[in-house]
């Protein structure tokens, strides 16, 4: 049984391109112990000459997992195929920062997917509008107008990270 109150992030090293089929695994290991988390986003590609849709994964070659990880959830984990190690400090399995989580949270909301934000450059200053960029102006460190896409730094296991998350940038009327 999943305990919402149980608050502890961990993050999976995992087979980069296999984040998927290792979370299934892992579900399908769990059933409902540990909820599983690939955080996703969506962006805009040209491909051919046409601007696309797609989405690539947030952190590639990690997954998430939330809830309480004993012995026993360590050796289980351990015997999933595609995942290379859980990451630990010291001798225990290393917890994520809460307030890491708290911003990745808000950014896919209730799905693992990061949609467009829409944005406003004025005077060289970045205003979002609305999506799951509003109210994160600080962590957005560049507007990239012609790829609709905004460099964002996140931390994310106590390192920075810089990441791109597809925007829509409006013209003022």
């Known amino acids: 049984m999943e305990d919402k109150s149980v608050n502890n992030w961990y993050?999976?090293?995992?087979?980069?391109?296999?984040?998927?089929?290792?979370?299934?695994?892992?579900?399908?290991?769990?059933?409902?112990?540990?909820?599983?988390?690939?955080?996703k986003r969506r962006l805009r590609e040209r491909k051919q000459g046409k601007?696309?849709?797609?989405i690539k994964t947030l952190f590639p070659g990690y997954i998430l997992i939330n809830g309480n990880l004993d012995v026993d959830g360590y050796y289980r984990l351990k015997g999933i195929p595609g995942l290379i190690r859980l990451?630990?400090?010291g001798h225990e399995p290393l917890k994520?920062?809460?307030?890491e989580m708290e911003i990745i949270n808000k950014l896919i909301c209730n799905d693992?997917?990061?949609?467009?934000?829409?944005?406003?450059?004025q005077n060289g200053r970045v205003v979002v509008v609305d999506g799951p960029l509003v109210s994160?102006?600080?962590?957005?460190?560049?507007?990239?107008h012609r790829k609709g896409r905004a460099k964002v730094q996140l931390n994310f296991l106590g390192e920075p990270r810089l990441v791109d998350l597809g925007i829509s940038v409006l013209q003022p009327a």
């Open 87 to 89: 990451l630990r400090g």
């Open 11 to 39: 993050a999976l090293f995992v087979i980069t391109g296999e984040e998927e089929k290792v979370k299934e695994r892992i579900l399908y290991r769990f059933r409902d112990e540990l909820r599983v988390l690939v955080p």
């Open 112 to 121: 693992e997917t990061i949609g467009f934000s829409n944005v406003f450059v």
């Open 96 to 99: 994520i920062p809460r307030y």
């Open 51 to 54: 601007w696309i849709h797609c």
């Open 136 to 144: 994160q102006e600080g962590i957005i460190v560049s507007v990239d």
